[in-house]
């Protein structure tokens, strides 16, 4: 019998070899025990609101009246929304054309690019174009897209961090493209080393490799670090010289936790360091509205903004945009809501800002508990949650721990992760997901858990670490070479 | 500006065949250069840099993926960006153009045609939007009693009532547990929720299963011409091979078996691997309904043959005429007592389309039936590097798919809505029928479902001459100079494919009842007037 086009065997082999951990075994295991009726604890992946993080009142307001126009009709309608979210509403509407349920214009409805530029143009204090700014259903979605514009085939490479955040490696696998690591140094606070890149770059291109760009995720995802001005000038710099395009993945870019790097996006060290690299590097820069302090990951929201890109390359990527129509405008709004928040002096500006603080700083005193707690942890070694959300502690595994997962074929940290999820249920990311230096092994856990919830569940994964490493200990020595 | 050209000398029919020449060209090594700067680069060995590539910037034109440039979307092509500018025109100078508005007929974009939503639906994905009004005794005086009942309902099913929070990446389970009855209930043949995936519209499910089946140039999809150019474009994206199959126009478009063997045969006699079939019904742009028994002759031909049967149903609820109705697949091949072993069914539903026209939020869903858990998961995978799709449109998927029922407090006026929507969508349809076959050399099938016209233009010569001196399709030609006349945009016929040699157009059925006279006389005007100056 002839094999079935859907037959296992006949599936695209790019698509087998994509590997998504964050929702990958552990997550799977973790739902099954929930099932089974265990308290589960999922800490996989960035999802503020999953773990009680309220969403901001005057977005959602803003958001439902332009759901339900007829509202805006109503008399009644003061009574429980602001007179400004009110305004807002009717802003937004009189942008659409037909309000939300009419496709928009395929890279996103005008007015809110426009409020995007502007937002671009304050925080960098140069001006952007939105014309080539793109709305996206969520960053995911335009990082996929322009991967899949750059990438031909499997000579095509693209350098990407380890520990990375695994939609890059998962996108290049599916789009056929190389996958080129270069390693983030944990002992110098996940910093990187331009020498590094330089051989990452030699040693693809002596197997034939022609490297195309280069992504920076900034703050790091899963390892936090917030790179510095003269970080960012040193990869233009290298960028300029080897000819890289720049993805620039600053979604995480409002979760600073410390205040010696401030936020600076790639693109105002680029327009800093003047002609001719300002103008010849091409770099193109994503956000979203699924973090910073506004986790709404939920609406898929995302843009990217391109800077010197030749206009026929925009215009192939504005084509293939079109092919999906629109991004949903809904989560449009959220954006631009996002990039022109409620300003001093409107109704709800008191209100936004007390939400928006208190989810600020109580992440950075959750960042603060997590790595304190994780280096309290016998055997653990965690650097500061400089940014982002996460925790990426690394686990120095005993020898007798490595063969115990070996004969229950697994991967080491697997098959602690496994271990941890099933004594206390948390549910993690094992750092081989993201990529971890040969023999090293970490963790990815998110600093969101609640504050309230926080002391007891590092108290149990203390409890089962501790233990684990008690049971697991014969003096040999340990994982890290 | 957008460049992208329709009027390319490559016909839609032959593309399918000319990737992979392209894909090699842009593959061959780049000549070697030295680096810009090798006196700061200590230890890079100059004989090392064969690949630095050479002064053009990395992302150009020539060096960007060739699948991108061989991919086409008419829907949103030139002729948009075309009336964009003259829509630009108007507004700068009022009066400069021989009519008063841009009428976008090129897109089944509805609300943007004033159609209404369903305020049942706004009103309970409002208060999921923004839940904490639920608790307000004032927000009993706005919202209706059972939209107010069913919110409380769908954020039940959601974990934390968080509807900001990414879910599973099928979508939330509660919500596809509402999908698979809302499919029982449709066809009287169970649905499972673990076989549907939510997706950010039916698009990006399309996507994914092109993905999925195409491993190169060597595997084809067959799909009907005219078609909606989503599937080609979709298809030469992920490297793969359209294999036509021809809908016969004087049948009414009607789909032939016959034809599905030809083609099948002439694929595989020139080495393509055939993977699956897809059908649009109703069909987009054709407008026809499938009769049942023609339905049966796919199920049992892609049985036979092995092949995936991907059923794009997402006009299901645009039917118009008295005589058809629409049946599922999945239900047609149920009641052939063809189960999970016997076919690869995938079906598509939007809430873009229907009487909801919900276009904006994107939300849809694919049901995947008849494949083994190895490639299920592979789907899962793959939909998990996403996350999920938006929720607000997960729900409204839901609400479509269950619908106010009789006795409910909304039913009414849920009722009355539907109704006046599709009454009007379908004398929209006769009228504008009528209209396109009293034109000079027009013949236009009857729209029997979906939100679309095709009709057929016989051109004289000396128009194809003009067109052809202007570097333009006729159709395209035609198109164009409808638009500058008339402020009506369309798409041309070779954006969906047609006979070669045959000229179409594909005009919506949307714009407002009102406006339709001004818009058949506005076009009958200016379609005598081109055969006057064009007439042979």
């Not at chain 2, 500018?85 to 508005?101: I, N, V």
Request: net charge neutral; with cysteine; aromatic share 8%.
């Amino acid at each position: 019998m002839a094999p079935k086009a859907l037959d296992y065997e006949s599936l695209n082999e790019n698509m087998k070899k994509v590997q998504y951990a964050v929702r990958g075994e552990l997550y799977l295991r973790a739902s099954e025990l929930q099932k089974e009726g265990k308290k589960i604890i999922f800490t996989n992946v960035g999802n503020p609101h999953a773990l009680g993080q309220k969403p901001l009142t005057f977005p959602r307001q803003v958001v439902a009246l332009c759901q339900a126009p007829f509202l805006l009709d109503d008399p009644n309608v003061g009574l429980i929304f602001p007179a400004d979210a009110i305004a807002r509403a009717k802003h937004y509407l009189s942008l659409t054309s037909g309000g939300l349920g009419a496709y928009s214009d395929s890279r996103g409805i005008p007015g809110i690019r426009k409020e995007v530029a502007e937002f671009i143009g304050r925080r960098d204090g140069y001006p952007s174009d939105p014309e080539l700014i793109f709305l996206t259903d969520g960053a995911s979605k335009g990082v996929m897209q322009i991967l899949n514009t750059i990438i031909r085939g499997d000579g095509d490479g693209v350098l990407v961090p380890v520990p990375q955040y695994p939609l890059y490696s998962a996108a290049i696998s599916l789009f056929g493209g190389s996958l080129v690591p270069y390693y983030l140094e944990e002992t110098a606070n996940w910093g990187l080393d331009i020498n590094d890149l330089r051989h990452a770059v030699f040693q693809a291109r002596s197997k034939g490799i022609t490297v195309r760009a280069m992504v920076i995720i900034n703050p790091g995802n899963p390892t936090g670090q917030c790179l510095s001005e003269a970080n960012l000038r040193e990869i233009l710099h290298f960028c300029y010289q080897e000819n890289l395009a720049l993805l620039g993945d600053e979604v995480y870019q409002q979760n600073i936790y410390q205040d010696e790097r401030p936020f600076i996006s790639a693109r105002k060290v680029l327009m800093d360091m003047g002609p001719p690299i300002s103008k010849e590097i091409q770099l193109v820069s994503f956000h979203t509205v699924s973090k910073g302090y506004w986790g709404e990951c939920g609406q898929r929201g995302g843009y990217f903004e391109m800077t010197n890109i030749p206009a026929q390359t925009v215009d192939e990527i504005y084509k293939v945009a079109s092919i999906s129509l629109s991004p949903n405008v809904p989560a449009q709004i959220f954006m631009g809501l996002m990039v022109n928040p409620p300003k001093p002096g409107d109704i709800s500006y008191e209100q936004f800002i007390r939400e928006s603080k208190g989810i600020l700083e109580s992440l950075r005193r959750r960042a603060r508990i997590m790595t304190d707690g994780f280096n309290s942890c016998r055997n653990v070694v965690c650097n500061f949650t400089e940014g982002a959300m996460y925790s990426f502690p690394q686990i120095r595994l005993p020898p007798k721990a490595i063969e115990a997962a070996k004969k229950a074929g697994k991967v080491p940290d697997v098959f602690y992760c496994l271990k941890l999820l099933e004594a206390t249920g948390i549910s993690t990311v094992p750092g081989s997901g993201f990529g971890q230096k040969e023999g090293v092994f970490h963790l990815r856990t998110t600093i969101l858990p609640s504050e309230e919830d926080m002391p007891a569940i590092m108290a149990s994964f203390k409890k089962f670490n501790d233990e684990f490493m008690e049971e697991h200990e014969d003096h040999r020595g340990y994982s890290r070479m | 500006m957008r460049r992208f050209v329709i009027g390319r000398a490559k016909s839609l029919l032959n593309r399918s065949y000319q990737y992979h020449c392209q894909d090699q060209a842009l593959l061959r090594p780049l000549a070697p250069s030295h680096s810009r700067f090798l006196s700061s680069t200590p230890g890079l060995d100059s004989s090392s840099t064969s690949s630095a590539s050479s002064m053009a910037p990395p992302v150009s034109l020539d060096t960007i993926n060739p699948k991108v440039l061989e991919c086409e979307y008419a829907v949103r092509g030139e002729i948009v960006t075309l009336a964009q500018r003259l829509q630009d025109e108007l507004k700068a100078k009022p009066g400069s153009q021989p009519f008063d508005e841009i009428l976008y007929c090129n897109i089944g974009n509805p609300q943007s045609l004033g159609q209404q939503p369903i305020a049942f639906f706004r009103e309970v994905i409002a208060l999921c939007d923004h839940p904490s009004i639920l608790d307000k005794s004032e927000t009993q005086g706005l919202f209706s009693a059972d939209a107010i009942e069913r919110a409380w309902q769908i954020l039940d099913q959601i974990p934390g009532r968080a509807t900001g929070a990414y879910s599973h990446s099928q979508g939330v389970k509660g919500l596809r547990d509402t999908i698979a009855a809302g499919i029982e209930a449709r066809d009287g043949f169970p649905a499972n929720p673990n076989d549907i995936f939510l997706t950010d519209g039916a698009s990006p499910a399309v996507h994914m299963m092109m993905q999925l089946l195409i491993r190169s140039e060597k595997d084809g999809m067959l799909c009907p011409i005219p078609q909606y150019p989503l599937y080609s474009a979709s298809i030469a994206l992920h490297g793969g091979s359209l294999v036509p199959y021809y809908l016969d126009e004087a049948t009414g478009w009607g789909l032939e078996i016959s034809e599905l063997k030809k083609q099948l045969e002439d694929a595989k006699s020139k080495g393509i691997t055939v993977r699956a079939l897809v059908v649009i019904n109703p069909g987009n742009p054709t407008g026809q309904v499938l009769a049942e028994d023609n339905q049966r002759a796919i199920v049992e031909f892609c049985k036979q043959e092995g092949l995936v049967l991907l059923a794009d149903e997402v006009y299901q609820e645009n039917v118009y005429v008295p005589e058809k109705k629409f049946h599922s697949f999945k239900k047609i091949a149920r009641s052939m007592g063809y189960g999970e072993e016997d076919i690869c069914l995938v079906s598509f539903q939007s809430v873009s389309k229907g009487y909801y026209g919900e276009c904006g939020k994107r939300g849809g869903y694919m049901e995947v039936t008849g494949f083994s858990p190895e490639v299920r998961e592979q789907i899962y995978k793959v939909a998990s590097v996403n996350l999920c799709s938006n929720i607000s449109g997960q729900i409204l998927a839901s609400l479509v798919m269950s619908p106010p029922k009789v006795g409910d407090e909304s039913y009414e006026s849920y009722s009355a809505e539907k109704d006046g929507i599709l009454s009007s969508l379908a004398r929209r349809a006769k009228t504008l029928e009528d209209a396109f076959n009293n034109l000079e050399g027009v013949t236009c099938n009857k729209a029997e479902g979906a939100m679309y016209l095709f009709p057929r233009i016989r051109l004289p010569q000396k128009a194809i001459k003009a067109a052809e001196a202007a570097k333009k399709a006729p159709d395209a030609f035609y198109c164009q100079r409808l638009l500058n006349a008339t402020g009506v945009v369309v798409v041309p016929g070779s954006g969906f494919g047609q006979v070669p040699g045959t000229w179409h157009f594909r005009c919506t059925i949307l714009p407002q009842e009102d406006k339709i006279p001004a818009i058949v006389s506005r076009l009958t005007e200016f379609h005598k007037s081109f055969m006057d100056e064009f007439r042979d």
